[in-house]
Each structure stands twice: as C-alpha cells, then as structure tokens.
C-alpha cells in the first residue's frame, strides 16, 4: 500500500517526501480536528450524569 | 508470480493493520492529553469572562431583611432554568486544589469540555434543594478526577454573581447506578418529596475509563457571604489537599 502510494506521488525523492509529510500532518489534524471528535460520544466511557 | 502476488497482499495487510495500530494510539493521545489541554483552556475562558462579567454588572443590592439571594440573572428563575451552556458559577474545592472550575447551565457532553454541567432541573447554588452538577473523571479536563479522594467534612465553595456558598460534604463519596436520578433530587433518595435543607451534589462516572456507575458526592450549606466580604474561610484556610 505504502510502497504503491510512494511510487505514485510526483516529483524527486525530496518532494516525495515534503507530500507524504504534509500528508500526514493533514490527515492527524482531521482526526484530532473532526473525527476523533465525532467518535467519542460513540465510546462507552463518558457518561457522568445519572440519567434513565 | 502468484508468489509475488501473494507477498503484495500480505504485505498490503500488515501495512493496514499497522496504520489501524497508529489511529489507535493517536485516539489513546486525543484522549489522554489533547482533550485536557483544550478543556483547561476553555475553563480558563469561561472563568475569566465570568469574572469579567460580574465585574462589570454589579449585583443588584439586595433588599434590606431578605435572606434569598438575589442577582443572578437570567438563572434567577424559580425553576432554574436558564439559557443552556452559560457559566452562572464557580466552583471550589480546596481538597482537589486551587483549580476554579466554572459551572455550566446543562450537562450534556459538550458542555462538560468547558466546566462541569448544572443539572436544568435541580436547584440554584444557596437555594433550598439540591444543586446538583455533573462532571468529567478522565478526559475533557478531569475536573472530578480524584473525586474518591474526598472525605465526609470536606468544604465545597460555589461561587456566584453575588455570594460566595460554602458547603460541607456529609458522608465519603458512594457509588451508585447511572439510572440513579434518585440522587440529584431536590431530597437526594426521596424524588417528588418537598425539600427543605440547601444541598450539593456531585456527580461524576467511576471507575475511571469504564462509566458503569457514578460516584456522589453530597454537602450540605453551612454559610453564605457576600461577594464584598471576600473570599470565605475555606479557601483562605488552609486545607487538607490531596495531590
């Protein structure tokens, strides 16, 4: 997967490098941002109030 | 070539799980630190804009005899409810330490990120009932992290618009069921029962991680003083602390 990924991102080595980094930061900032968000209430840890 | 077909896949699959392996542990983070480090922001605003807030409207001058607080804005209502995810008060508790913790109109998830959550129905801090407010153990700031730590005759602070509430913890903190209404009240146990006594309660998920009961805290009101009079003994006192 990675290895085809890395074969098809343009440029020499060191922009290949500069993508996938940016990338990847992008992809950390969308889950921390948004989905990590949206996933939780979903989790069985935090309920805090007594409620039926 | 199916070999090499073959070591592609499997190759492909490991690649896979590993990527599952490293959201994993980014979630664990989120978490752990991230919600924390958000959450003592917000709290940080929502008690700066609080202060700010009622240093620029002084409370209405309470009437000459009266024992009922007055002051309280939108929440001064008999019912209590107020405009949902405003901060009315801060809350103190000296034996978890200096943290000021603001309280919130309502207790759902989002709110709880920024402060711990009033219960809409329960009762206003110093009035007659019970003034029950939900908060997080882990995560989102952890406001009610060692609440265990707790013991019966700890002091708990509410500070409002116009008064300064002291509470003191009647019993060591107890577990209940999280369909448990029974303790938020206005007689913690004895639902639809006329009240009579000022109380707090304070709800929070144990054990840590997994919410499958609540810890209760309960106080009872022992003294009041205006904001003017300044900060009240418990806090100045110095008390026993845990951490």
Known sequence: MYAFLWRHLPGPVYAKVLIALVAAALIVVLLFGWIFPWIEPLMPFSGNTVSQ | ?243
Not at chain 2, 22 to 31: K, P
Not at chain 2, 145 to 172: F, H, K, P, S
Request: charged share 20%.
């Open chain 2, 1 to 243: 070539m199916w070999a090499e077909r073959a070591r592609t896949a499997i190759r492909s699959v490991g690649e896979i799980l590993i990527t599952l392996g490293v959201v994993l542990f980014l979630f664990c983070a989120y978490q752990l630190f991230y919600t924390n480090v958000i959450a003592d922001e917000a709290m940080r605003s929502e008690v700066s804009d609080l202060h700010k807030l009622w240093a620029a409207q002084p409370p209405t001058p309470r009437s000459a005899g009266s024992t009922t607080p007055v002051g309280l804005g939108p929440f001064d209502t008999a019912d209590s409810r107020g405009t949902s995810g405003a901060a009315f008060a801060i809350l103190h508790i000296p034996r978890l330490g200096d943290k000021s913790i603001p309280v919130l109109q309502g207790t759902s998830l989002d709110l709880l990120g920024r402060g711990v959550g009033h219960y809409k129905d329960s009762a206003l801090p110093g009035r007659v009932g019970n003034f029950a407010v939900a908060g997080h153990r882990k995560t989102h700031g952890e406001p009610f992290r060692y609440l265990d730590e707790m013991r019966a005759g700890d002091l708990i602070v509410v500070e409002t618009a116009d008064t300064w509430y002291t509470y003191r913890e009647d019993r060591d903190p107890f577990i209940v069921d999280p369909t448990d209404l029974a303790v938020v009240a206005p007689v913690p146990d004895h639902p639809g029962e006329t009240p009579s006594q000022k109380l707090i309660t304070l709800t929070t998920c144990n054990p840590w991680w997994a919410s499958t009961q609540r810890m209760i805290v309960n106080g009872t009101l022992i003294a009041q003083q205006p904001r003017s009079a300044g900060e009240p003994p418990a806090l100045t006192v110095n008390t026993p602390k845990f951490q």
